[in-house]
């Protein structure tokens, strides 16, 4: 009588677990909207300017996963020379309402205007490689 009990129960979990990873898997689509998870662990773990609009950073999270953020204003250094530095409403996310500056430029803190889901940018080991066509060099 308990095998029948158990393969239930089994089964029962394994409804459970696809239910629970479905809208999980949903919730990282790209380009959408979102916030990332901070905690005192290593909230930001690796980041990176984007060269051609200082404005856009991407940042990965502890959970290696990254976001494209645009920020309100130009106060990062291209040339990640500087420590990224964060500041959180107490709410332990980055979102909308945190505050995003360096350690070269210590008075100049930007807002965040938008932050979105991001695949892993160029330079950045898992990153897809871009086709050669169309590509320069110099």
């Known amino acids: 009588m308990t095998q029948p009990r158990t393969a239930s129960v089994l089964a029962a979990l394994a409804v459970a677990t696809l239910a629970t990873a479905a809208p999980a898997q949903r919730s990282r689509e790209m380009g959408q909207e979102t916030t990332i998870p901070y905690t005192a662990n290593g909230g930001v773990r690796a980041y990176q300017i984007d060269r051609a609009d200082?404005?856009?950073?991407?940042?990965?999270?502890s959970q290696l996963r990254?976001?494209?953020?645009?920020?309100?204003?130009d106060c990062l250094s291209p040339d990640k020379t500087?420590?990224?530095?964060?500041k959180i409403r107490g709410n332990s996310r980055i979102d909308r309402f945190a505050q995003v500056g360096s350690t070269r430029y210590p008075g100049r803190v930007?807002?965040?205007?938008?932050?979105?889901?991001?695949p892993t940018p160029a330079g950045q080991p898992g990153a897809k490689l871009a086709g050669k066509q169309g590509r320069q060099t110099r």
């Open 82 to 86: 500087d420590t990224l530095v964060t």
């Open 110 to 118: 930007c807002g965040i205007r938008s932050i979105v889901n991001s």
């Open 54 to 61: 200082h404005r856009i950073v991407y940042m990965q999270d």
């Open 66 to 73: 990254w976001y494209r953020v645009t920020l309100t204003g």
